[in-house]
């Protein structure tokens, strides 16, 4: 798996699975109809943010991350990120990689800490993951997040030293 810079070339390959995963309304607190180009405004981060792609070796694109600056100004040493990783390549370690790979990218751009805002407490393989990558749950917002099937449902809020 190599994971690169994104491109507005990967828009489309990014487009199916990035829309299936937010119309479901499971995970991400985008509104549901989010469409085609709003949604790659919103994904595909301009420099000095980055928005990164997971391809295997056909060039197949596995799973995307967007990796930006949390807060501005005296709160700017403070990273955050989001994933997506195709349904149809889940359990491969996509989301790993690039969950370590944003860490990587946060430490050499000089951030000091990476910060989550909205980690829906019932994802329960995120919130795994990320406590195995060493973040914590600094609290939860109860009823933060309307899940579909689940009702209301808490927001952690997760963050990590670099």
């Known amino acids: 798996m190599l994971i690169r810079e994104a491109t507005a ?3 489309p390959a990014i487009w199916p699975f ?3 995963i937010v119309a479901a309304g499971e995970t991400f607190t985008y509104p549901l109809d989010l469409g085609r180009e709003q949604g790659r405004d919103w994904w595909l981060l ?15 694109v596995l ?3 967007k990796m930006n600056n949390n807060h501005l100004g005296n709160g700017a040493h403070i990273a955050s990120a989001s994933y997506m990783v195709d349904p149809a390549h889940s359990g491969r370690g996509v989301g790993r990689a690039l969950c370590q790979y944003s860490l990587d990218w946060a430490r050499a751009a000089g951030f000091r800490r990476m ?6 407490e019932t994802n329960a393989h995120a919130v795994r993951l990320y406590r195995s990558l060493g973040f914590e ?11 579909p099937t689940e009702g209301y ?4 809020i997760m963050h990590r030293a670099l």
Do not use: I, K
């Open 46 to 60: 301009a420099s000095p943010n980055r928005t990164v792609v997971a391809v295997d070796d056909a060039g197949t």
């Open 18 to 20: 990035f829309h299936e």
């Open 153 to 156: 449902v808490g927001l952690h």
């Open 137 to 147: 749950v600094l609290g939860t917002l109860p009823e933060g997040f309307r899940h």
């Open 115 to 120: 910060q989550f805002n909205a980690v829906v």
């Open 9 to 11: 070339r990967d828009w």
């Open 63 to 65: 799973g995307t991350a």
